[in-house]
């Protein structure tokens, strides 16, 4: 297994699954998203009306840019304190509701999992690393959940029977 995993483009394989633009759905807040984008982006606008206009993107690449466009005062109060929690418990209903996904990340095992842009902006440098620069969040909150679903699995593993 290698050390890191980098992923950027969703349709790269096999690890471009990890991409929040990543075509596959997910049930969140009661309402199903057609990616993990709309569904962590859902949370982003104050007004109803906003938050309908994100989500009629024609993709989730112009969903994200949209989002990231949206002026100070159409985004939700406190956004910059609660938005790392929303993408954690997104990810969450990402990898627990696709045995593909949840098994392509467990199969990660130890690796250090990087989303590698090749845009250098303050968003790319926040979720992920440019040139090996930046916090990689989105690489983080993916490792954190890959640990969670590994413990689950450990408490959820049949208890041998005993020999006789």
Sequence with gaps: ?????????????????FSNLYR??????????????????AGKARKPEVRRWLMEA?????????????????????WSTTKFDRMRQVLRAKFTQHADLHELLLATGEARIVEVATVD???NRLWGEVNGVGRNML??????????????????????????
Excluded: C
Aim: aromatic share 10%; glycine share 6%; hydrophobic share 40%.
């Design 24 to 41: 596959r759905s997910v049930e969140f807040e009661g309402q199903i998203f057609a990616t993990s984008e709309h569904a962590y982006q």
């Design 121 to 123: 902006n303050e968003v």
């Design 139 to 164: 690489g983080v909150l993916l490792m954190e959940i890959r640990e969670e679903l590994r413990q689950d699995n450990a408490l959820n593993e049949p208890i041998p029977a005993a020999a006789e």
């Design 1 to 17: 297994m290698a050390e890191e995993v980098h992923f950027y483009r969703a349709s790269e394989k096999p690890y471009g699954a």
């Design 58 to 78: 024609p993709s989730p690449a112009l969903l994200a840019m949209a989002a990231h466009g949206l002026y100070y005062w159409d985004v939700a109060p406190g």
